[in-house]
């Protein structure tokens, strides 16, 4: 498997860019305290650090490439191809990869920063995070809440504790983990997206309308004032604990294989 | 699965076994400020997410929610380490604030605190670093251990009733809570209670002030470690003294402090050494202020002069006007009170009958209440001419008195020591009671009230305008004083004698009789003019210490105001640097915009449609033709 390679070139790379980024988005906005949450906030992902999930799944004559890391949306263009001949290189790929990585990357990145300048709605909204994914031989499924308005989230710190208290060595599960996250999260950044155009548009085409509900972004949020109001306990239900019980499996040769098999 | 979890749960449960109620649990002493009920400033500064009120589904109630639920969880069994994981399922909220509360509890040692574990290997005085902390395992109990009420049920919605008062009902009450305001307490505690600008703390004794702008203080301490502060030297300083006595700053006294100084004085008199000790929080000069202070604390000291009648009086008076300066608005009052004690005493003790009333009491009916006075001061000034007349009777009354006076004076010197404490001038003042003449009475009244010098630079001015007048009363008054002096030298060895004067008007009745040479009116007119010349003079002093007052109460008015203007004038600073920081941006922000406008502008040259204005134009210009 490559993967575990291509992860490391794609960390340490994030994190040479990181603190660029920190700084332009500082600078943007000095006084985060004053742009309140009610109102729209320009679209990024919802963490602390504003990286974009790519997924990259490439075959050439029958072999094979699947990756998965982040990109900072705000490094230059010409990093993307400098990143594709060093994978291709550091893995023994051949060559006609090196074109196939960079399209990849460029189009995914094309994408995100087509959303980038728009509103999106994040008004109070908690979103249940799924995760249900295989690494090499350990299986996570998982499901908990997080905050589309916390900015100072940390899906890789997340990623790290979560391995240290389940004692999950696989050094590959973290990351996988933590762009699990990343990958949905920017799902539910792109829908709110969607949502904040369409309410925009609604509120154009009937006006005094608005009193009608915010059509719901994302669909999928959960009823916070339900969930936080005065008359519920923040401590979940007996009965609920295992179904937000993470649960870790390791998985031997023969069952890998055969999902393997399935999947393919 | 879910029954181990009951299991695991129950010892919490049977909230009403009282056994279970209470529980040891070792934490590390520097979270000695977690409680059950409350939510400490510490975990409001570290988890501000919670307290700003910025989203209902962070605020102080489910903070509280999620610290009882993980460190119940945690107490379950304290043996093992308790994991984010394995609490995170069962709280419902953002995983990543969730982490947040946890990583905190872990850090303050409430959860996942190993330090008395093995304490049974690791003994006394031996540090044991575990992790982040350093743990000393004491035998007995050791101060790390803190007894508290394990909360009655996992639900927080049914606490029991004490989480209710105090600071939580705040937080159940409300879903939003604002973050704390900066009180005035906050912002000019330093100023109220002179805290050290370096090490925080209160300066007790003394401090030291810095000259240049006045406003950092450093205590003793400080000043002599070298601690100055930052581009601050040795001589920037100046001390200043903190005894409470001092001026403008007053000590703070306790409720409880001022009512067993009441008591205190009740008992002891004006034993200040007793009172302060009894006191024992405040030293004998802040006693004797406060009292003096105290509205009605005059009122306490004069009964308890009736206690100790033997206490000389006059000495207090002589202490007073030493004392007094800075507070003369009591002064007075304490006069009125003193005078109203003591003319009941009068009453009383005339009705014991005369011969008993020669002794102290009758000092006192000298003093009548002064607000009479200004009726009686009309009085006499009207009945000057019309006294002349009937003073005439007088005589007969003076001779009387005269035999009085005579015999008080020689009980007196029989008694020797024990009068010797009584105030001269009361002695003085003894026959005038029994004399009828109301003039007399309003003279001794008056100079009563003012000090003995008062009086008798009063009466000597009188005197000298009524010998300007006609030359004879000059020898007559000579001859008297010169007799007097005799007189005083021989009868008390006191130096400070009351107003000559009044010694001549009162003394001069002896050796009237072997002269009998003053008329009387005469004598009327010097005794008129001795007292208004002394209430004149009293009014003074008074009006001077008035204004004194006053000038001090100002001054203080102005330095207060100063520094509130200097506080803001630091605030609209602080304000304008912020404003500029936006117009900065705002400037950045039109710059942007206009290039941004001018590229579109060049862009839309560039593809050639640059005519597009004069295209409306035409139609314009066809209309004119056709025109």
Same mark, same amino acid.
């Given at each position: 498997?490559?993967?575990?390679?291509?992860?490391?070139?794609?960390?340490?790379?994030?994190?040479?860019?990181?603190?660029?980024?920190?700084?332009?988005?500082?600078?943007?906005?000095?006084?985060?305290?004053?742009?309140?949450?009610?109102?729209?906030?320009?679209?990024?992902?919802?963490?602390?650090?504003?990286?974009?999930?790519?997924?990259?799944?490439?075959?050439?004559?029958?072999?094979r490439?699947?990756?998965?890391?982040?990109?900072?949306?705000?490094?230059?263009?010409?990093?993307?191809?400098?990143?594709?001949?060093?994978?291709?290189?550091?893995?023994?790929?051949?060559?006609?990869?090196v074109?196939?990585i960079?399209?990849?990357?460029?189009?995914?990145?094309?994408?995100?920063?087509?959303?980038?300048?728009?509103?999106?709605?994040?008004?109070?909204?908690?979103?249940?995070?799924?995760?249900?994914?295989?690494?090499?031989?350990t299986?996570?499924?998982?499901?908990?809440?997080?905050?589309?308005?916390?900015?100072?989230?940390?899906?890789?710190?997340?990623?790290?504790?979560?391995?240290?208290?389940?004692?999950?060595?696989?050094?590959?599960?973290?990351?996988a983990?933590?762009?699990?996250?990343?990958?949905?999260?920017?799902?539910?950044?792109?829908?709110?997206?969607?949502?904040?155009?369409?309410?925009?548009?609604?509120?154009?085409?009937?006006?005094?309308?608005?009193?009608?509900?915010?059509?719901?972004?994302?669909?999928?949020?959960?009823?916070?004032?339900?969930?936080?109001?005065?008359?519920?306990?923040?401590?979940r239900?007996?009965?609920?604990?295992?179904l937000?019980?993470?649960?870790?499996?390791?998985?031997?040769?023969?069952?890998?294989?055969?999902?393997?098999?399935?999947?393919? | 699965?879910?029954?181990?979890?009951?299991?695991?749960?129950?010892?919490?449960?049977?909230?009403?076994?009282?056994?279970?109620?209470?529980?040891?649990?070792?934490? /590390?002493?520097?979270s000695?400020? !977690?409680?059950?009920? =409350?939510?400490?400033?510490?975990?409001?500064?570290?988890?501000?997410? !919670? !307290?700003?009120?910025?989203?209902?589904?962070?605020?102080?109630?489910?903070?509280?929610?999620?610290?009882?639920?993980?460190?119940?969880?945690?107490?379950?069994?304290?043996?093992?380490?308790?994991?984010?994981?394995?609490?995170?399922r069962?709280?419902?909220?953002?995983?990543?604030? *969730?982490?947040?509360?946890f990583l905190?509890?872990?850090?303050? %040692?409430?959860?996942?605190?190993?330090?008395?574990?093995?304490?049974?290997?690791?003994?006394? $005085?031996?540090?044991?670093? +575990?992790?982040?902390?350093?743990?000393?395992?004491?035998?007995?109990? /050791?101060?790390?251990?803190?007894?508290?009420?394990?909360?009655?049920?996992?639900?927080?919605?049914? *606490?029991?009733?004490?989480?209710?008062?105090?600071?939580?009902?705040?937080?159940?009450?409300?879903?939003?809570k #604002?973050?704390?305001?900066?009180?005035?307490?906050?912002?000019?505690?330093?100023?109220?209670?002179?805290? &050290? %600008?370096?090490?925080?703390?209160?300066c007790?004794?003394g401090?030291?002030?810095?000259?240049?702008?006045?406003?950092?203080?450093?205590?003793?301490?400080c !000043?002599?470690?070298?601690?100055?502060?930052?581009?601050?030297?040795?001589?920037?300083?100046?001390?200043?003294?903190?005894t409470? $006595?001092n001026?403008?700053?007053?000590?703070?006294?306790?409720?409880?402090?001022? *009512?067993?100084?009441?008591?205190?004085?009740?008992?002891?008199?004006?034993?200040?050494?007793?009172?302060?000790?009894?006191?024992q929080?405040?030293?004998?000069?802040?006693c004797?202020?406060?009292?003096?202070?105290?509205?009605?604390?005059?009122?306490?000291?004069?009964?308890?002069?009736?206690?100790?009648?033997?206490?000389d009086?006059?000495?207090? =008076?002589?202490?007073?006007?030493?004392?007094?300066?800075?507070?003369?608005?009591?002064?007075?009052?304490?006069?009125?009170?003193?005078?109203?004690?003591?003319?009941?005493?009068?009453?009383?003790?005339?009705?014991?009958?005369?011969?008993?009333?020669?002794?102290?009491?009758?000092?006192?009916?000298?003093?009548?209440?002064?607000?009479?006075?200004?009726?009686?001061?009309?009085?006499?000034?009207?009945?000057?001419?019309?006294?002349?007349?009937?003073?005439?009777?007088?005589?007969?009354?003076?001779?009387?008195?005269?035999?009085?006076?005579?015999?008080?004076?020689?009980?007196?010197?029989?008694?020797?020591?024990?009068?010797?404490?009584? /105030?001269?001038?009361?002695?003085?003042?003894? /026959?005038?009671?029994?004399?009828?003449?109301?003039?007399?009475?309003?003279?001794?009244?008056?100079?009563?009230?003012?000090?003995?010098?008062?009086?008798?630079?009063?009466?000597?001015?009188?005197?000298?305008?009524? &010998?300007?007048?006609?030359?004879?009363?000059?020898?007559?008054?000579d001859?008297?004083?010169?007799?007097?002096?005799?007189?005083?030298?021989?009868?008390?060895?006191?130096?400070?004698?009351?107003?000559?004067?009044?010694?001549?008007? #009162?003394?001069?009745?002896?050796n009237?009789?072997?002269k009998?040479?003053?008329?009387?009116?005469?004598?009327?007119?010097?005794?008129?003019?001795?007292? *208004?010349?002394?209430?004149?003079?009293?009014a003074?002093?008074?009006?001077?210490?008035?204004?004194?007052?006053?000038?001090?109460?100002?001054?203080?008015?102005?330095?207060?105001?100063l520094?509130?203007?200097?506080?803001? #004038?630091?605030?609209?600073?602080e304000?304008?640097?912020?404003?500029?920081?936006?117009?900065?941006? #705002?400037?950045?922000?039109? +710059?942007?915009?206009?290039?941004e406008?001018? +590229?579109?502008?060049?862009?839309?040259?560039?593809?050639?449609?640059?005519?597009?204005?004069?295209?409306?134009?035409?139609?314009?210009v066809?209309?004119?033709?056709i025109?």
């Amino acid at each position: 498997m490559p993967d575990s390679s291509a992860f490391g070139v794609a960390k340490t790379h994030t994190h040479s860019i990181l603190r660029d980024q920190e700084r332009v988005y500082h600078n943007m906005k000095p006084h985060p305290a004053w742009s309140s949450l009610r109102n729209p906030v320009k679209f990024r992902i919802p963490t602390a650090d504003n990286l974009v999930p790519i997924r990259l799944d490439i075959d050439i004559d029958g072999q094979r490439f699947r990756d998965t890391f982040t990109w900072n949306p705000s490094d230059p263009d010409s990093d993307v191809i400098l990143f594709a001949k060093r994978t291709v290189k550091d893995l023994k790929l051949p060559p006609a990869f090196v074109t196939q990585i960079a399209q990849s990357i460029q189009s995914q990145l094309t994408e995100f920063r087509s959303f980038e300048g728009q509103d999106m709605y994040t008004g109070e909204k908690i979103v249940p995070i799924k995760l249900d994914l295989r690494v090499n031989h350990t299986l996570i499924k998982d499901q908990f809440l997080w905050d589309l308005n916390n900015f100072e989230s940390d899906p890789e710190e997340f990623a790290r504790i979560f391995c240290e208290d389940l004692g999950v060595e696989d050094p590959e599960v973290g990351p996988a983990i933590a762009f699990a996250i990343r990958e949905q999260l920017c799902e539910i950044a792109i829908q709110s997206v969607a949502s904040a155009r369409e309410t925009r548009i609604n509120k154009k085409g009937r006006r005094g309308a608005e009193h009608l509900p915010l059509s719901k972004p994302g669909g999928s949020a959960l009823d916070t004032l339900k969930l936080f109001g005065n008359k519920s306990s923040v401590i979940r239900k007996r009965r609920e604990w295992d179904l937000y019980e993470p649960i870790v499996d390791l998985l031997s040769n023969e069952e890998v294989d055969a999902l393997e098999a399935r999947e393919a | 699965m879910e029954s181990s979890h009951h299991q695991i749960l129950k010892p919490f449960l049977p909230a009403d076994d009282h056994r279970f109620e209470f529980e040891l649990y070792t934490i /590390p002493g520097s979270s000695g400020w !977690f409680s059950w009920d =409350n939510i400490h400033e510490i975990e409001k500064a570290s988890l501000k997410e !919670f !307290f700003d009120g910025t989203s209902f589904t962070r605020n102080p109630r489910v903070y509280k929610e999620y610290r009882d639920f993980i460190i119940s969880k945690y107490r379950e069994d304290p043996s093992r380490r308790l994991t984010f994981s394995e609490v995170r399922r069962s709280l419902v909220g953002d995983v990543n604030y *969730l982490l947040k509360v946890f990583l905190f509890l872990e850090k303050w %040692g409430l959860i996942n605190y190993f330090g008395g574990e093995d304490g049974d290997l690791v003994r006394e $005085d031996e540090v044991v670093e +575990e992790g982040r902390w350093k743990v000393k395992v004491e035998d007995g109990p /050791p101060h790390g251990v803190r007894v508290v009420a394990i909360p009655n049920s996992l639900k927080p919605v049914a *606490l029991p009733a004490s989480v209710t008062s105090d600071n939580g009902s705040r937080f159940a009450d409300s879903d939003f809570k #604002m973050p704390p305001l900066s009180s005035h307490s906050d912002v000019y505690q330093e100023l109220i209670e002179l805290v &050290c %600008g370096n090490c925080k703390e209160r300066c007790e004794s003394g401090h030291y002030e810095y000259t240049k702008d006045g406003s950092s203080i450093i205590c003793i301490k400080c !000043f002599k470690n070298g601690t100055y502060g930052k581009n601050k030297s040795i001589d920037d300083y100046k001390f200043v003294d903190d005894t409470p $006595d001092n001026g403008n700053r007053v000590a703070v006294w306790t409720e409880a402090e001022t *009512l067993l100084l009441l008591e205190s004085v009740l008992k002891h008199g004006d034993d200040w050494d007793l009172v302060a000790q009894n006191v024992q929080t405040k030293s004998k000069p802040e006693c004797i202020s406060k009292l003096i202070q105290l509205p009605f604390g005059q009122l306490m000291l004069g009964s308890a002069y009736d206690r100790c009648r033997y206490r000389d009086t006059n000495s207090n =008076n002589q202490k007073r006007g030493q004392v007094d300066p800075p507070v003369p608005p009591p002064q007075e009052t304490k006069d009125f009170r003193i005078q109203h004690v003591e003319l009941e005493n009068e009453a009383q003790t005339q009705q014991n009958g005369d011969a008993d009333s020669e002794g102290p009491p009758p000092k006192r009916i000298c003093i009548a209440p002064i607000s009479d006075s200004n009726n009686s001061k009309m009085e006499q000034t009207d009945n000057k001419e019309e006294q002349v007349a009937p003073s005439l009777v007088v005589p007969e009354e003076i001779s009387e008195n005269r035999s009085q006076l005579c015999e008080l004076k020689n009980q007196k010197q029989k008694d020797g020591d024990l009068d010797d404490h009584c /105030p001269p001038k009361t002695d003085r003042s003894k /026959p005038v009671p029994n004399v009828s003449n109301s003039l007399m009475r309003q003279v001794t009244r008056i100079s009563a009230v003012v000090g003995p010098q008062v009086a008798a630079a009063a009466a000597e001015a009188a005197i000298t305008a009524l &010998c300007d007048e006609n030359q004879i009363p000059k020898e007559i008054f000579d001859s008297e004083e010169n007799g007097n002096e005799l007189q005083l030298s021989t009868q008390t060895n006191e130096p400070d004698r009351i107003a000559q004067g009044n010694d001549s008007e #009162m003394d001069a009745r002896p050796n009237e009789s072997e002269k009998s040479l003053i008329p009387l009116p005469l004598r009327m007119r010097a005794t008129t003019a001795t007292a *208004l010349g002394a209430a004149a003079a009293h009014a003074k002093l008074l009006a001077i210490q008035e204004d004194r007052e006053v000038e001090r109460l100002v001054s203080i008015v102005i330095n207060t105001q100063l520094k509130k203007l200097q506080y803001k #004038m630091e605030l609209l600073k602080e304000v304008e640097a912020i404003m500029e920081k936006e117009l900065i941006e #705002m400037t950045e922000v039109e +710059e942007s915009v206009v290039a941004e406008r001018l +590229e579109v502008v060049e862009k839309v040259i560039d593809g050639g449609i640059s005519r597009w204005r004069v295209k409306p134009s035409q139609p314009q210009v066809e209309e004119i033709n056709i025109l």
